[in-house]
């Protein structure tokens, strides 16, 4: 899990730079170019935010099984939400826009999921 996390996180912060370095040059010339890089910008934050919940997973799974569903969600919500998002700002295909609240809903998912998985727990004295 903690294998995934590092992953989900380090690629969060590769592609927020690449939106602050390597993307404004790219839609500089669109005419929605702004808009594009703030969609970006939307993905790459949901993106890090959610490898700090998929950490929490991370170190509750070393309690209870049930902290692994809870990174699974976070990861479908990164791929779907943020993924959408930095595709649709790479391409300007906004039909992927129908896919981005099924990632949110993951999203909310696994913030949810944080009472069953740390139900019980007690940090160790």
Known sequence: ?????????????????FGAHGLKGFLETAVDGPLRLQWWNTAAH????????????????TRTTK???GLVLCCVGVLLFSGSLYVMTLTNLKAL?????????????AWLW??????GWAPSR
């Open 97 to 109: 826009g129908a896919v981005t609240p099924f990632g949110g809903l993951a999203f909310i998912a």
């Open 1 to 17: 899990m903690f294998a995934v996390v590092a992953l989900l996180g380090a690629l969060a912060v590769v592609l927020g730079a």
């Open 114 to 119: 944080l009472v069953p998985a740390s139900r």
């Open 67 to 69: 902290a692994g569903v």
């Open 46 to 61: 949901y993106h890090l935010v959610h490898a700090l919940l998929a950490t929490a997973f991370a170190l509750l799974s």
